[in-house]
Nanobody, 125 residues
Framework: QVQLVESGGGLVQAGDSLRLSCAASGRTFSTYAMGWFRQAPGKEREFVAAISRNGGRIRYVDSVKGRFTISRDTSKNTVILQMNSLKPEDTAVYYC??????????????????WGQGTQVTVSS
C-alpha cells in the first residue's frame, strides 16, 4: 500500500507557474505509475498527466500539452507536476494517484489504486 500527499497548490495569476509535488510513502514507489488528475467545482475529475514506473511513457491531456510537465524522482519517492502559463480554466483541486504494475499510463480514474487528498490550485484572470 502507498500513501500520497500533495503540496504546492496556491493562488496565482494567469500566466504564472506552480510546481505541485506528490510525496509517496512505502518502498515500492518505483513499481507504480503515477498520475495527476483535477476536479473543478461542479465537474467530474479529469485526467491531467501520467508517467510510467520507469518514466519511459508519459501522457498528457491535450489542454495542458506544452504547458505542464510531469516527472518523477524515484530516489525521493516524489512525482512533480510543473505547471507553466497557467490559465483560469486550470483552476481545480489537483490529485495525485498511483497505479500498481505501472508499465502503462491510463487516463481513467478507475485504473488507479491510491489517491492523495488533493491540493487547490486557483488561477485568477
Amino acid at each position: 500500500q502507498v500513501q500520497l500527499v500533495e503540496s504546492g497548490g496556491g493562488l496565482v495569476q494567469a500566466g504564472d507557474s506552480l510546481r505541485l509535488s506528490c510525496a509517496a510513502s512505502g518502498r515500492t514507489f518505483s513499481t507504480y505509475a503515477m498520475g495527476w488528475f483535477r476536479q473543478a467545482p461542479g465537474k467530474e475529475r479529469e485526467f491531467v498527466a501520467a508517467i510510467s514506473r520507469n518514466g519511459g511513457r508519459i501522457r498528457y491531456v491535450d489542454s495542458v500539452k506544452g504547458r505542464f510537465t510531469i516527472s518523477r524522482d524515484t530516489s525521493k519517492n516524489t512525482v512533480i507536476l510543473q505547471m507553466n502559463s497557467l490559465k483560469p480554466e486550470d483552476t481545480a483541486v489537483y490529485y495525485c494517484a498511483a497505479k500498481s504494475f505501472g508499465l502503462d499510463v491510463p487516463m481513467t480514474n478507475s485504473n488507479y489504486d491510491y489517491w492523495g487528498q488533493g491540493t487547490q490550485v486557483t488561477v485568477s484572470s
